[in-house]
């Protein structure tokens, strides 16, 4: 089995930062993609930022020049530093990876169960 946890969200005043983690853990044989995604109610859940193994990045519009996407592969961790919050960046903010538990097996995705973040004043 593989388990993602994040962890770092919270409340923080517009303009400040968070800094999220994500940390892969089980049966694992390698990780290729790794990403963040987020949603608020109502909508559906849109991608933030993405990484490859070789740790080429993708961001959204929205977040680019104040996100950054980076990884830890002896650590199988993701991180999203968060900088210059605004309200419009509050929701729940998920864990994707692809992962490849075995070397001949297909990589799958895996998600972590979220964690909020909420920027207000």
């Known amino acids: 089995q593989v388990r993602l946890v994040e962890s770092g969200g919270g409340l923080v005043q517009p303009g400040g930062s968070l800094r999220l983690s994500c940390a892969a853990s089980?049966?694992?044989?390698?990780?290729?993609?790794m990403a963040w995604y987020r949603q608020t109610p109502g909508k559906e859940r849109e991608l933030v930022a993405a990484?490859?193994?070789?740790?080429?990045?993708n961001y959204a519009d929205s977040v680019k020049g104040r996100f950054t996407i980076s990884r830890d592969n002896a650590k199988n961790t993701v991180y999203l530093q968060m900088n210059s919050l605004k309200p419009e960046d509050t929701a729940v903010y998920y864990c994707n990876a692809d992962v490849m538990r075995y070397w001949y097996s297909n990589p799958d995705a895996y998600w972590g169960r979220g964690t909020q973040v909420t920027v207000s004043s």
């Open positions: 089980g049966s694992i044989f390698s990780i290729n993609a």
């Open positions: 990484i490859t193994s070789g740790r080429s990045t």
